[in-house]
């Protein structure tokens, strides 16, 4: 791949990156910001890719119901921390005593609680996202316009290599 080429491949998907991460945020779909953080250009001798992080797609699709990874509780409960979700406390009937002290707080029970309630819902029924039908607004949507604006800037380099190129006799 021409170097010029590459260096407009690599701006345009640069460009790409900001926009995503701007819709993620627009849509409040940002709770840790581990997925913005993933978006990595990355030029290859031969070619550039946008890449992110394995789940990505969930961002427009949602997740259907069914098998989840391993830990997803947790998964859940970070991402309601990381949120700033707080769930009512359950507080313990069990009073403390020396022989028995409670584990978590009754705050932690509650977003314990509320983490496992959600990860059985999504294991189950899968999300309001992909009971719903999904959404384009995250990526799907801008990738015509890169495509559009890569092919626009390549045709103008092209324009004008070739019009240097002609060598006019006088």
Excluded: C
């Excluded at 890449?51 to 990505?56: A, I, N």
């Excluded at 496992?116 to 384009?136: P, S, V």
């Excluded at 015509?144 to 092209?158: A, L, Q, V």
Aim: hydrophobic share 35%; aromatic share 8%; charged share 25%.
């Amino acid at each position: 791949m021409n170097e010029s080429v590459k260096n407009i491949v690599i701006d345009e998907l640069e460009a790409l990156k900001q926009r995503i991460a701007s819709n993620i945020i627009a849509n409040k779909q940002n709770a840790s910001g581990k997925s913005i953080a993933s978006l990595e250009v990355s030029p290859e001798s031969d070619s550039v890719k946008l890449l992110g992080r394995f789940p990505f797609g969930t961002f427009e699709t949602g997740r259907k119901a069914g098998k989840t990874p391993k830990g997803f509780t947790d998964i859940i409960l970070q991402w309601i921390i990381s949120k700033g979700i707080q769930a009512p406390s359950i507080p313990y009937v069990r009073k403390p005593s020396e022989k028995w002290q409670p584990k978590y707080t009754p705050a932690r029970r509650g977003n314990l609680a509320l983490a496992g309630a959600i990860a059985h819902t999504i294991k189950t029924q899968g999300t309001k996202l992909h009971f719903y039908g999904g959404r384009n607004d995250v990526y799907s949507n801008e990738i015509p316009t890169t495509i559009e604006n890569i092919d626009k800037k390549i045709r103008e380099y092209y324009e004008v290599e070739i019009v240097e190129s002609i060598k006019i006799n006088k």
